[in-house]
Nanobody
């Protein structure tokens, strides 16, 4: 069992940066790969990026590739999503999700545990 809580969202100007955090509780965190997803109002949830259990492997979705970095600290049960060069179209609710095993998946149905999300609004 893994419980996830996102934080760090808020209002930011275009071109700015935000770092989202995902705090996890549960004994299985270090053996879970983590994904970040986002849901833009009126659209399906989309894969932003993910990180393996050890943090050595990362993959990124196309929407924000080149502008984001995902990291994790297993000693603190934390995962981070650093977003730079924010654009208006990055406005969304951002979720972290966990799945057992080392493999990162782009498919939301393959994730077993989800946080409630944090709102990111990019506006001038």
């Amino acid at each position: 069992q893994v419980e996830l809580v996102e934080s760090g969202g808020g209002l930011e100007q275009p071109g700015g940066s935000l770092r989202l955090s995902c705090a996890a509780s549960g004994r299985t965190f270090s053996s879970a790969s983590i994904g970040w997803f986002r849901q833009i109002l009126g659209k399906d949830r989309e894969f932003v990026g993910g990180i393996s259990t050890t943090g050595l492997r990362r993959i990124y979705g196309d929407s924000a590739k080149g502008r984001i970095t995902i990291s994790r600290d297993n000693t603190k049960n934390m995962v981070y999503l650093q977003m730079n060069g924010l654009k208006l179209e990055d406005t969304a609710v951002y979720y972290c999700a966990a799945r057992r095993g080392p493999g990162i998946s782009r498919i939301e149905d393959e994730y077993e545990w989800w946080g409630l999300g944090t709102q990111v609004t990019v506006s001038s």
